[in-house]
């Protein structure tokens, strides 16, 4: 039964109250057997049999759970730097795309890639997320889009899954129409829904199913029968919506009551209330918003709604290549205009129910895993408004620290 004492400020997150309340305990202690939480509050009250465990010292440092990443496209080939530049000086997406880049080049670039070189590349990802704070990520399929390469995808997320010890949520992604089916539009339908999706439930290859619901991807009706098929299997829904236009994507996650709907820039007044009724998690990604120079989505307005708000990096190569949450929660600040208490809140809690996973992870009380990161800063103010490359000084997951050291 080990503690983690001298805890300068312990921020629990629980899920109760505002986005903004974290249920911060000053001068704390945690404790856990087993790699679950059996007791967290005041160091002075902790109980008596607790005393002599042995301890860990936190150095009067700010202690948060793990931090979830529960948005990304982390296994990928190639790079595609320099239509950031390309944009910048005005080409268009469907430009790029018709000049070979796009998401047709990394779909390319993967599918060329082994499975091994997917892992291993992957894996140095994985480990830098780790070193930042991150105990959980979510990692979409979507650039293989032909069968064969999609499980590719899948099955090298299994593999890292076994091969590290971050906990990985594998996400199927229906992500576009490939170039071989872009006459036959139908077929690939019916290959997704027919073939595709029964053989990734069937290959427990994934948690979650997501599509890219947008011009130029799938239409909102497209977008509802994959989604509801994958729900007829099993698995969890998410929806990439109304990020580049308002195109009902809220709405529908809303009604198909998806974990959460994602991107969001574009969303509706009935997007919004749909949402809140189902209980669908906004996750939002600030990252690819400033880099396709998008307006923001409207944070506050979910917040003032009673939409809980997640906060994720959405690491990919054509909208955004940094591997890094922390900074894309340190942006979320200004550009989402949240404080970082929210902010935290939103790459906890809330971006573990995104991933239907928050009565396991998330917060620190009793029940839960012991995941957590000690931060090199007395308050999420500190640790996101001074915001310096890495701040964490340890990474803990399931009370064992993989951080620096360890595996
Ligand atoms: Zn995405």
Redesign the pocket.
């Known amino acids: 039964m080990p503690i983690l004492r001298n805890i300068g400020l312990l921020a629990t997150c629980r899920a109760a109250g505002a986005q903004g309340e974290i249920h911060a305990i000053a001068k704390a202690a945690l404790v856990w057997r087993a790699g679950v939480v059996l007791w967290a509050g005041r160091e002075r009250d902790l109980p008596r049999g607790y005393h002599a465990l042995s301890a860990m010292d936190a150095g009067k440092r700010l202690v948060i759970p793990g931090l979830v990443d529960c948005?990304t496209?982390l296994v990928f080939g190639g790079w595609r730097f320099p239509e950031f530049s390309q944009r910048l000086l005005g080409r268009s997406y469907l430009e790029i795309a018709r000049a070979g880049g796009g998401l047709l080049s990394t779909a390319a670039a993967t599918r060329g890639a082994t499975a091994s070189a997917l892992v291993n590349r992957a894996h140095g990802f994985l480990r830098a997320l780790a070193l930042q704070g991150v105990t959980c990520v979510e990692i979409?399929s979507g650039y293989g889009l032909l069968p064969e390469a999609e499980m590719k995808i899948l099955k090298v997320i299994r593999e890292l899954a076994a091969r590290q010890p971050l906990r990985l949520v594998p996400t199927f992604l229906a992500h576009a129409v490939p170039a071989e089916y872009r006459q036959r539009r139908g077929a690939y339908l019916r290959l997704l829904v027919e073939e595709m999706l029964p053989a990734v439930a069937r290959g427990k290859l994934a948690d979650f199913c997501d599509v890219?619901m947008e011009k130029g991807a799938f239409t909102r009706g497209e977008a509802g029968r994959i989604l509801a098929a994958a729900g007829r299997l099993g698995l969890g829904l998410k929806l990439?919506a109304d990020q580049l236009s308002s195109g009902g994507g809220a709405e529908l996650a809303g009604a198909l009551g998806a974990a959460s709907a994602?991107?969001l820039e574009y969303v509706s007044a009935q997007g919004i209330r749909a949402l809140k009724r189902a209980g669908t998690v906004a996750a939002l990604?600030p990252l690819?918003c400033l880099h396709l120079g998008l307006q923001p989505p409207p944070a506050r307005r979910f917040i003032e709604a009673g939409v809980p708000v997640a906060v994720a990096s959405?690491f990919?190569p054509g909208t955004n290549p940094a591997c890094h949450l922390p900074y894309a929660l340190a942006l979320a600040v200004p550009l989402l205009r949240m404080t970082p208490a929210e902010v935290l809140k939103g790459a906890t809690i809330h971006a573990a129910r995104a991933l239907r996973r928050d009565h396991v992870l998330g917060s620190l009380e009793p029940g839960k895993s012991a995941d957590f990161s000690i931060l090199e800063a007395e308050s999420p103010e500190e640790w996101l408004l001074g915001f310096r490359e890495n701040s964490c000084a340890a990474t803990t997951i399931a009370g064992r620290r993989v951080t620096p050291g360890g595996t």
Do not use: G, S, Y
């Open positions: 948005h496209h979409k890219f990439h994602d991107h990604l690819p959405d990919n």
